[in-house]
């Protein structure tokens, strides 16, 4: 049974730092390919950051430069380092699994509100 359990969200001020992880079991981790995505109220999920299996990183220019995406195979963990927060990144933050010839799998999600 596939499971991604992501933790470390939370409050943070503007201008504030979150490191949130996501714990995989169940997928052979160091050949999926893996992502984090968000989605605010009455948005669409959007991509937030991809790694490859072999470390290469991929980020859009929302968050270019402020959040960095990396990977542990050794823990099945995957991190995403979130700096200068603002209030647009407000969202629900979700990871995603996806290993070759299988569906993707999706985290439950971690809430990260950005406020003072």
């Known amino acids: 049974q596939v499971q991604l359990v992501e933790s470390g969200g939370g409050l943070v001020q503007p201008g504030g730092s979150l490191r949130l992880s996501c714990a995989a079991s169940?997928?052979?981790?160091?050949?999926?390919?893996m992502a984090w995505y968000r989605q605010a109220p009455g948005k669409q999920r959007e991509l937030v950051a991809t790694?490859?299996?072999?470390?290469?990183?991929n980020y859009p220019d929302s968050v270019k430069g402020r959040f960095t995406i990396s990977r542990d195979n050794a823990k099945n963990t995957v991190y995403l380092q979130m700096n200068s927060l603002n209030p647009e990144d407000t969202a629900v933050y979700y990871c995603?699994?996806?290993?070759?010839?299988?569906?993707?799998?999706w985290g439950q999600g971690t809430q990260v509100t950005v406020s003072s």
């Open positions: 790694i490859t299996s072999g470390g290469y990183t």
């Open positions: 169940g997928i052979i981790f160091n050949i999926a390919r």
């Open positions: 995603k699994a996806a290993t070759p010839g299988a569906a993707p799998f």
